[in-house]
Structure formats: C-alpha cells, structure tokens
C-alpha cells in the first residue's frame, strides 16, 4: 500500500492546530512588520536621507513612490509563488517567501544614505523594495491558508482571523520600535542611524519564524486535494483560475481595494499628514496607531468569532459601509489638532474599516475557489489589488498637494474606492463553498473512500 490518504472531514488535533496557527501568525507578523516599517520610515525618514535634494513635497511623494513600487512585483510574486503553493505545498512555498522577505528587509538596514553614494542610493533602495515585494507576494495566500485549510468549517472565521492579528501586532511593533527611537534618539541620531534599529530586528523574527514554519504540517485540504487529483492532469492554476472562476477573481479584486486604501490612508498616510501637514509631533500620530493596533489586536479575532454566526459576508460589507461614511469625518476629526480625538479618530478609522474587513478576508476569499487553484486565487486577488492600495500613500500625498493642503480630495478619494468594494462584496455569492463542495475532483475522492469503508 502506497499509505495512508487523508481523510476527508478529518481534522488536526488541538496540539497540531496551534502549531499551524503559530506557524501562519509568525510569518503573518513578519510580513506585516516589514510593510510597516518601511511605510513608516517613507514617511519619516526616506524624503531627507535619499531625496535630500528635492523640495519637500517632491522629496515626500517620491519617498511614498518606492514605498509603492514594491506592490509592482507582489503581483509576479503572487502568481509564481501561488503556482508552485497550487501544485507542490503550501509549507514549502512559504519557508521560500519567508526567507526572502526577511533577508531583502534586513539588507534595507544597511543601505548608506544619498550623501555617501549619491544616485545608487535611492536605486539600492528601490532594488531591496522590489524584491521585498516580490516575496511578499506569496506570503499573505499560503500564509492565510495554512490555517484556514486545516480549522473546522463552523470555525474557519475565528481561526482564519487569528493569522490577521498580526497585521495589529505588526503595527504595534513597527511604530512601537519607530516610537522609541523617536524618543530616545535625538533627531540627528535618528536620522544618522536610529531609523535602521527596526530593519536590523527584522532578523530576529526571520529566524523565529524559520524555525516554526519548518516545523508545521501541510494543510488538510491540499493533502486531500493533492490524493485525489494524483493521476489527473491538469491545466496551470493561473489558468485554471480564469478559466473556472472569472467572475469571483474580479470581484474579490474589488471587495479588497476598500481594505487595502482605508489601512494605508490612516496608517502610513495619516502619520505623515499629521506630522508634516499639521505641524504636529510625530510621537502623537505614532501613539496612535499603537493604541489603535492593541484594539485590533482583540478587535481581529472578536470578529472573526462573530462572522461564524453571522457570516464573513455581512462583516465585510459592514467594514466597507463604515469606510464610506467615515472618509470624510476622519480627516475633520485630525484637522482638530487634538490628541485625544487624533487617537480616537485613528483607532475607530482602523478597527472598525479595514480590520473588520480584513479579520474575515481570507476566510471569504477562500469559500471562492476550488483548492487547487486557491493558493493562485488568494495571491492574485490580494496582490493586484495590492497595486492601488500600496499606491495610495503616494496618490493620497499627489491630491493634499493638488488640493493646497486640503485633505478632500483624499477623503474623496477613499470614499469611491469603498464603494466601489461594497458593491463587488454585495455581488459575492454567500453558498460559494457549498458549491465547491459539489466539484468533480471531491466526489471522486469521497467515492475512494467510501468504497475503501465498505471493503
């Protein structure tokens, strides 16, 4: 005998489980600390140490423009690394995205500034950033899978939400490090060195996070798929994505936009637009977003266990109707310069926005394909959709400048692309699983097995 197949409907045992939630949530983490760290320092730091010669909304827009020209890449790292998640592994295909994430972000670290080496600068800069994206392009698809295809259907929302938490934890690390540095440092020594403490950690968690996703098993449903189609050929996953599924591919396309712009208004936009535009300290916008992310941190999961009775449909659109209404009112709420409602603007805009749609995207998402073109699905969707959300720092920056530093066109901006998704979540079919349940791979598999029963 060949061994042993996976059971259909067979599930890991708690032990097994948590590894896999560890395993997802440290590669999780680290992709989001590394987005974060860098759309921080775009914003902070980028403009003066490799645009020095730029005036300084020249020098902030072309900063935000290597922040955005990772997102490029994402899309050819999603396809590749969704293709080879599809046909040989989801585990193997992140232990690959991981180290290649980790290594680009620590190698930022120690790139000299324009006054040593002049025009290499900004280009060794933009090279780092493109492979960076590139890797993270087949991170957040395996990475949200490896949980969601071993949890039980009835908790596939609460655990597939457990890995998004560490977009929270992630923002708490970023500006918690950017935060301490600011404080500690004077400005010359943050400018001279102190800006490359949170690249140099990001080492740290390559190798924690190394180490666990080498330990964690293979997900259940790829183990499943991957038994039962062994002998059947099959046309490429970004294929067969197209070919299968064309109408969700474009609407999960456009259900994450409104995620993907909203987290990038508020986090790395509004640091910058409170600090420069508003003449405040950074500490305060920075604060911000640490106190927002530790609700998220519990906001994340709540939510998750809340789409398991209600359905992660109804919780996205919620997140995506809160981003309309609230596009305008965050801006009038920061341009009141008070700290106190700065704080309660930014976590309101960030937990009840973007982390309401985020905490179940995966999970959506997922009910969307067929699992051997799912790792392809997720990766393509997020990550072309990716494009307009990394670039909104940079478009967002390009309409304050246009609108004489009026934040509206910004809001206005936001307000669109929210709609625009709630529409795209609306036109979502909500028994996409139950669907897939029904394929033709699935029912050869379950007829294997129930006549190995019977014999």
């Not at 324009?114 to 991170?139: N, S």
């Not at 440092?185 to 080492?203: C, K, M, N, V, Y």
Request: glycine letters at 10%; proline letters at 5%; a positive charge.
């Amino acid at each position: 005998m060949a061994g042993k197949l996976p059971v259909p409907g067979e599930r890991l045992s708690p032990q097994a489980m948590r590894r896999v939630v560890m395993g997802s949530f440290a590669g999780a983490l680290m992709e989001w600390y590394d987005f974060f760290i860098f759309g921080t320092a775009a914003g902070l730091v980028f403009a003066p140490l490799f645009f020095p010669d730029s005036d300084p909304f020249i020098g902030l827009i072309a900063a935000f423009a290597t922040f955005g020209v990772g997102f490029l890449t994402r899309p050819l790292g999603g396809i590749v690394f969704g293709h080879f998640g599809d046909r040989v592994g989801r585990k193997i295909t992140l232990i690959w995205t991981l180290g290649i994430v980790g290594c680009s972000t620590f190698l930022i670290g120690f790139i000299p500034t324009y006054q040593q080496i002049g025009i290499w600068a900004p280009v060794t800069l933009m090279i780092l950033r493109l492979i960076q994206g590139f890797g993270l392009g087949g991170e957040y698809g395996g990475a949200a899978l490896m949980t969601i295809e071993s949890a039980p259907l009835q908790k596939r929302g609460f655990l597939g939400s457990l890995p998004q938490t560490a977009a929270s934890v992630g923002i708490m690390l970023a500006t918690g490090v950017f935060a301490l540095c600011n404080h500690f440092l004077t400005q010359e020594q943050f400018l001279s060195w102190g800006w490359r403490i949170p690249f140099w950690l990001s080492a740290v968690m390559l190798v924690v996070g190394m180490f666990i996703r080498l330990h964690t098993e293979e997900t259940l449903d790829f183990s499943q798929q991957k038994a039962a189609a062994a002998q059947e050929k099959t046309a490429p996953p970004l294929i067969e994505l197209f070919r299968k599924h064309p109408r969700n591919i474009l609407l999960a396309l456009g259900a994450r936009l409104a995620e993907s712009v909203s987290s990038n208004i508020i986090n790395a936009f509004g640091i910058v637009y409170i600090s420069t535009q508003l003449a405040l300290s950074r500490d305060i916008p920075l604060t911000g977003m640490l106190i927002a992310s530790a609700i998220g941190i519990i906001c994340c999961p709540l939510v998750g266990w809340l789409s398991d009775r209600v359905g992660q449909r109804k919780i996205y659109l919620a997140g995506a109707g809160f981003c309309i209404l609230f596009a305008f009112p965050f801006f009038l709420l920061l341009d009141t310069k008070s700290t106190l409602i700065i704080w309660c603007s930014m976590s309101l805009g960030y937990n009840l926005g973007p982390t309401m749609m985020f905490a179940v995207q995966p999970t959506l998402f997922t009910r969307m394909f067929g699992t051997r073109v799912r790792y392809t699905g997720l990766s393509f969707a997020y990550q072309f959709s990716a494009i307009l959300g990394g670039m909104s720092p940079l478009i967002a920056s390009s309409l304050l400048a246009m609108g004489n530093g009026k934040p509206w066109p910004v809001a206005l901006f936001l307000l669109v692309i929210s709609v625009l998704s709630f529409i795209c979540v609306w036109l979502i079919d909500p028994h996409s699983s139950s669907k897939e349940a029904a394929k033709k791979p699935c029912i050869a598999y379950h007829s294997v097995r129930e006549k190995t029963h019977e014999k």
